[in-house]
């Protein structure tokens, strides 16, 4: 029988969850809930595979995973685990059903079973899951400090000293022209292609059957 991992706080769980996040193979369905939000989804399989490959850091609780039977019970308690900064589950099982309208696949969460092990977590083809945890945020408040910065740094451009107004300008021009003459080589390979694709598409004369007048 397998070892079972060690306990895991609440903050390695989340840089777990950060890490597979990243990694599980992932696509993009609708969830089942009045205003219908965009969620990334996964299979069971997935992640079973993605906690198993070499190429994932060992780290975060995976350096005590080395079977199938560890990573599942692994993902099992990640499938339970409330976490106390986020108020909520990191994903759920979804059933996955299909829109016939828009052709989008729509996933339906299921209900949590009424026992003392909470959910199962399933590998099949019925393992499907969506993400409730979206990922650390400190990342993005940093670029989101950065884009502020620059916005309010550009409203300032009348108060820059001249010589910096000057180097912004030539800097401008000089990206314009790249892009201009990016834009014009495009064109210009577009229309050789195309031109050498007609001429060799032209029908050939076919030459008469022999025995034919």
């Excluded at 990191?90 to 092990?117: T, V």
């Excluded at 990922?135 to 820059?160: D, E, H, K």
């Excluded at 401008?172 to 229309?191: A, D, H, N, P, R």
Aim: with cysteine; proline share 7%; hydrophobic share 45%.
């Amino acid at each position: 029988m397998a070892q079972p991992t060690p306990p895991m706080d609440d903050a390695t769980m989340l840089k777990l969850a950060d890490l597979l996040l990243n990694r599980v193979p992932q696509r993009t369905g609708i969830l089942a809930v009045e205003d219908g939000i965009r969620v990334q989804t996964f299979r069971g399989k997935k992640l079973i595979e993605t906690m198993l490959a070499a190429s994932t850091p060992r780290k975060h609780g995976l350096q005590h995973v080395t079977n199938e039977d560890q990573a599942m019970e692994l993902a099992h308690r990640m499938l339970n685990h409330v976490s106390p900064t986020t108020k909520s589950y990191l994903f759920l099982p979804a059933e996955r059903l299909k829109d016939k309208q828009s052709g989008h696949h729509i996933y339906k969460p299921i209900a949590a079973p009424q026992h003392a092990g909470g959910r199962t977590f399933d590998k099949g083809e019925a393992g499907r899951y969506v993400w409730l945890y979206k990922g650390s945020q400190t990342r993005n408040m940093l670029w989101l400090a950065v884009l502020i910065a620059i916005v309010f740094g550009m409203c300032l451009f009348p108060l820059w000293p001249g010589a910096m107004r000057v180097a912004v300008w030539y800097i401008s021009v000089t990206l314009l022209l790249v892009l201009l003459g990016l834009t014009l080589t495009q064109f210009l390979v577009y229309g050789c292609v195309a031109r050498a694709r007609a001429h060799s598409g032209r029908a050939q004369p076919v030459p008469p059957a022999s025995g034919l007048p």
